[in-house]
C-alpha cells in the first residue's frame, strides 16, 4: 500500500514537471513569436525610414535641378537684356541721340583740319633783300623800284619785271602816314599797290566768333540737365561730384571703435570737481581729434577745460561740437542731443531728407583711404594730477609744475606741461598719483 503510494506520487511529480515544461515552452514559442514580430516591425519601419529617405533625397534632387533650370534662364535673359543694352547704346552712341558735346567737338576738330593748312604756311614776310629806309627811298628816286606795297609793317618795292624785290622796315605804321614817301614813290612814276591784309579761314573765323554763344548754350544744356535729374529732389545743379563714401557710411574712412583710445569718468569724483572749482575750470567728457601733420589724434576721455571755454557750459541734454580751423577760426554748434523730441525731430529730418533726395547723389567730401592716426603713445597733452608725494619728488621727475594747495586735506594737486602719453606714464610711475586728468 505504501509502495502504490509512493508511485502515484513519483508519478503525479512527472506529470506535474512535463506540464511545467509544456507550458515553459509555450511561453518561450509566444516570447520568440513577440520578437519575430518586433522583428518585422523594426524592420517595417527601417524600410519605411529608408524610402522616406529616398523619397525626400529624390524631391530635393528635383528641387535643385529646377532651381538651376530657373538660374539658367534668368541668366540667360540676363545675358539678353544686356545684349539689348548694349545694342540700344551702340545705337545710341552711333546717333540715336543727340550728343550736344561730341557736336561741339566734331565741329571744332573740322575746323582745325581745315585751318591746318593756312596755319602751316609760311606765314612770314615776302622773300626779298633787305635794304634800309634810307637805300629804298633812293632806288625809288633812282627808278629801280617801279611799283610799292606794304604788308607786316615792311614796305615792298619791285623792279619792272618784278624779278627782284626789296624791303625795308617802314618808320611809321601805315604807307599812308609816310607822306615824304608817298610824294617821292608818285613824283618818280612808282605805282603803289594796295594789298589785302591776311584772312583767316572762314570756319575758324566763324567758330571764334561764336565760341562766347556756344559755351553759354553748352553751360545752359548742362544746367537744365542736372535740374531735371533727382525725382522731386529740388535742383542739382551743384551735386555734380561724385561721393566717395558709401551711402549707408561704411569704409568712409575706414577707422574702427578699436582704433580710438577710450576713456570714462568712473574715476572722476567729487574731490576732482572740488579742484575743478578751484581752478576756475569744468570736467567735461569729450571725444577730441586734432590733426598732426598727415595724420590725426582721436581720443574720447575727460578734459578739465577752462570755464570760460565754450564747451564749458554744455550741460544736460544739450550737446556741443567746437571746431578750430585754420581760416575760419573757433566755430561752435549746439543743440539738444537727448529728449523725445528733439530725438523724433532729428529722425524725421533724416527721413524727409532721404525721401527729397531719392536716387540722387549728395556730395560728401571724404576719401576712402584709411585716417593714418598718431598713437595713443605719441599723443600730446598736458596734465592735471593730484598727489600725496613730496613736492620735491614731483619736482625730480616732472620738473617745473603748477602747484594747486588747500583744496583737499592730505593732498595736493599739479598741471604739467605738454608731453606725450608713454613720457607722462612713465613719469606718474615714479610718484603717487591718486588720479590725473587731461588739460
Known sequence: MNDKNLFDENENQKIEEQEKDIQQEKENQVEEKKEEKKSAEVKSDEEERK?????EVKERKE??????K?????????????????EENKFKQLGGKFNFKGF????FIITLVMSLPAMLSDTGKTPSN?????????????????????????????????????SARM???????DVKLVETIEANGAAIKSVPPQQMPLLLNVLISWFP??????????????????????????????????????DVSKVTFDDVATEGITKITSKDIKYAKAMHRAIKLLASSRKVGDSYTCLVAPYMIDDTHPLSGVNGVFNGVFLRGNVLGDAMFYGSGAGKLPTASAVVADVVDMTK????????????????LVSYDDSVNSFFVRTDSPKSEVEAVFGHVDYIEDVVDGEYAFTTGDMTEKDFADKASKVNVINRIRL
Open 357 to 372: 533726395h531719392q536716387n540722387t547723389n549728395i556730395y560728401i567730401d571724404w576719401k576712402p583711404e584709411k585716417l593714418t
Open 213 to 250: 554763344m556756344l559755351l553759354l548754350i553748352g553751360v545752359w544744356i548742362f544746367m537744365m540737365n542736372k535740374m531735371g535729374k533727382g525725382n522731386g529732389g529740388g535742383p542739382q545743379i551743384f551735386n555734380v561730384g561724385k561721393s566717395k563714401a558709401k551711402e549707408n557710411g561704411e
Open 63 to 68: 528641387e535643385l535641378r529646377n532651381k538651376l
Open 70 to 86: 530657373e538660374g539658367m534662364a534668368q541668366n540667360n535673359n540676363k545675358n539678353n537684356k544686356n545684349k539689348d543694352k548694349d
Open 104 to 107: 561741339i567737338m566734331l565741329l
Open 130 to 166: 633787305e635794304i634800309s629806309y634810307t637805300e629804298f627811298v633812293q632806288s625809288v628816286k633812282d627808278g629801280k623800284i617801279k611799283k610799292v606795297d606794304e604788308k607786316e609793317g615792311y614796305i615792298y618795292g619791285y623792279t619792272a619785271d618784278e624779278k627782284e624785290v626789296f
Open 51 to 55: 524610402k522616406e529617405f529616398e523619397d
Open 171 to 177: 618808320i611809321t605804321d601805315r604807307l599812308g602816314g
